[in-house]
């Protein structure tokens, strides 16, 4: 073969891959866009599932907790039920700590996360709490309307994980603008949920006017 022959050839391959390149964007391309386009569909047509707890007392005790889950299954719950938890911090630290630990499943709370929540009390953790009961406002310095009432709401993109095991809840919050996210894990062998991330439910707030030098 002499050179012009075999520079031809090199030529007709390359033209060969970029077509064949040129097909696979455009295949790849393709279905990526009905891909964004079912999920934006999806997106679209999907209602906000919010559910409210009401609870006459606050738990003091883990076995007072334990008294108020209905089911374990529901993660719902036990998003609501983490709120109470961290409530109880302020008057009992011991207690909260074997409440979390039970709603953390069959591991036990972090130290560092047990670290998490002394430092973030000593700032101003006690408001933020009581920040996720309906009526409790920085006006009224965080005081929760009776009953108490938790909402918790999911969002299009709550179960993207559900088949690893993890569903992602909100809770709206009266002393911040965006809902505070929580992430739930399942045990498979009992169908049980625990919390798995907690840690933004203790993120700063709006300050309460009794602590606020500008109020």
């Keep these: 073969m002499g050179l012009f022959d075999s520079i031809l050839k090199r030529t007709g391959e390359a033209i060969t891959r970029q077509v064949v390149n040129q097909a696979e964007r455009k295949a790849v391309n393709q ?4 891909v964004n386009q079912a999920v934006n569909q999806a997106v679209k047509n999907y209602t906000m599932l919010t559910r409210e707890f009401t609870y006459n007392a606050l738990p003091k005790t883990l076995e007072e907790l334990k008294a108020l889950q209905v089911s ?4 719902f719950e036990t998003a609501a ?32 996360d047990q670290q998490l929540i002394r430092n973030q009390f000593m700032e101003s953790a006690k408001y933020t709490v009581k920040s996720y009961f309906k009526g409790a406002t920085p006006q009224n310095n965080y005081t929760p309307e009776l009953p108490y009432r938790i909402t918790v709401h999911d969002n299009p993109y709550s179960y993207d994980t559900r088949n690893e095991g993890y569903v992602s809840l909100y809770i709206p919050s009266g002393g911040a603008d965006n809902d505070r996210k929580v992430t739930l894990r399942t045990k ?3 169908g049980e949920w625990f919390i798995h991330t907690w840690q933004g439910l203790l993120m700063g707030i709006r300050p ?5 030098p500008w109020a």
């Design 31 to 34: 279905v990526a866009g009905e």
């Design 208 to 212: 309460a006017n009794e602590a606020n």
């Design 81 to 112: 039920l983490t709120v109470l938890a961290l409530n109880v911090y302020e008057e009992n630290p011991d207690e909260c700590i074997r409440m979390m630990d039970w709603l953390n499943g069959p591991d036990a709370v972090a130290v560092i």
């Design 72 to 75: 374990p299954q529901d993660f």
């Design 188 to 190: 498979p062998s009992t």
